[in-house]
């Protein structure tokens, strides 16, 4: 086995090289070439997380900008409604003011032709109850020739007429 | 290969000098393993570079390079928590190092005369070396952070009193083993594979030299070094991965103490 037969005479140059050549692997490579190999990776994983991150943040943005406009929005249709709600209930009470005034006009109005009408019935009632008592008088006149006072021949007219 | 007629399996470990270099006392020479350790360097600094444009939107190298550094980044933080960043470093080292070393070893560069790949995890020294820093830095990070109480380790939650010196003498044993069971799975699993190709290869060889029955052996050899090949690429990323996750779990347990 040439490891054991030649290990007396090659020991010291195999440590001294093996140690000359993985000392450069360690310090020039492992600790040089490979930090910065290992920041490349981790930027762009930083870079790549940040990005994501940003792009989380901008869709949050907007759903808040969006849920902000929807509640906007909801708030102007409430308003529009409640305004056409109150419009409607004005409009309406203002239209049953004119209809009460117009009707408290034509109340008085029809109550002042009632009283006419009345007063003209009662003028006409009187003018029927004078010429009925008249015309009374003078038919129990001429049937049994007694004459009857006025009087009692309007009071009988006024009894028979008002039944 | 083999010198001569006569094959030798154990060839291929064979460490040749290539430059011979001193110091002080001891010798340093450049070998065939410290070429292919440089070459092993090379293609992970260049592997790395690829990724090094460090642009937003990556490339397909870059992708390459930051599904590697990706995996052992998940790989420490699923073992050891967010305190182990500090050591993916060290993981990372340990895991690219070993991978890259155990695909070179299975290049087929013999076609090439005069070329043969070299396998530097095929030895132990480089393995021992590797699982006795890992060790190292267990023990170091274990005794910094908790002192003398890292040695409650040894000793389980709910243990009865009774049975504490001998659950610790256990537990220490197996603590003990460690950096040998590390450093040694490695090499065991690429020296076998090593040699396993080896012969099958030298059964092609001599088959197909040795007449009718002898094609029929070396045909069977063809098709199960294809097997065997494949099966020793996964063992090429699984040992790697052992190595490194062995290391996060004796460095979990050195950092987060049960």
């Known amino acids: 086995m040439p490891q054991i037969e030649q290990l007396p005479f090659i020991f010291f140059s195999q440590l001294f090289w093996l140690l000359v050549v993985f000392g450069i692997i360690f310090f020039v490579i492992g600790r040089g070439m490979l930090p910065k190999i290992q920041g490349t ?80 019935v009662d003028a006409a009632r009187a003018e029927i109850e004078a010429v009925a008592a008249d015309a009374t008088r003078e038919m129990v006149d001429r049937l049994t020739g007694i004459q009857v006072d006025p009087k009692d021949a309007a009071q009988a007219v006024k009894g028979k007429l008002n039944v | 290969m083999a010198a001569g007629t006569k094959i030798d399996p154990m060839h291929q470990f064979t460490v040749e000098p290539l430059v011979p270099l001193h110091l002080g006392k001891y010798d340093i020479s450049f070998t065939t393993s410290s070429a292919w350790l440089l070459v092993a360097l090379v293609l992970i600094f260049g592997f790395m570079a690829l990724g090094m444009k460090r642009e937003l939107v990556p490339g397909r190298w870059q992708v390459a390079v930051e599904g590697l550094t990706g995996f052992i980044d998940d790989m420490v933080k699923v073992n050891i928590g967010p305190e182990g960043k500090k050591y ?39 393995t021992g070396v590797l699982a006795v820093m890992s060790f190292s830095i267990v023990l170091i990070v274990g005794f910094w952070r908790h002192g ?64 009718a029955v002898g094609i029929g052996v070396g045909a069977l050899s063809f098709v199960f070094i294809v097997g065997v090949a494949a099966l020793e690429l996964l063992v090429c990323a699984i040992q790697a991965y052992v190595f490194a996750l062995l290391t996060t779990l004796y460095l979990n347990d050195a950092i987060n103490l049960h």
């Open chain 2, 88 to 126: 993916v470093p060290y993981i990372f080292s340990l895991f690219t190092f070993i991978l890259v070393a155990n695909l070179l070893g299975l290049l087929p560069l013999a076609v090439i005369p005069g070329l043969h790949s070299f396998t530097t995890t095929s030895h132990f020294s480089i």
């Open chain 2, 148 to 211: 003398l109480h890292f040695f409650s380790l040894f000793v389980p939650h709910g243990t009865p009193i009774v049975m504490v010196p001998l659950i610790f003498a256990i537990e220490f044993i197996s603590f003990m083993v460690r950096p040998f069971s590390l450093g040694l799975r490695l090499f065991v699993a690429m020296i076998a594979g090593h040699i396993l190709m080896e012969v099958f290869g030298s059964f092609i060889v001599s088959g197909f030299n040795g007449g």
């Open chain 1, 41 to 120: 990776v981790e930027l762009r994983d930083k870079k790549i997380a940040d990005d994501l991150e940003r792009a989380q943040a901008a869709r949050s943005e907007a759903e808040a900008t969006e849920a902000e406009w929807r509640a906007r929005m909801d708030a102007a249709r409430g308003e529009a409604a409640r305004l056409a709600q109150e419009a409607k209930q004005s409009s309406a009470q203002a239209t049953e003011a004119k209809v009460n005034a117009a009707a408290d006009q034509i109340n008085v109005k029809v109550e002042a032709a009632s009283a006419k009408i009345r007063s003209a």
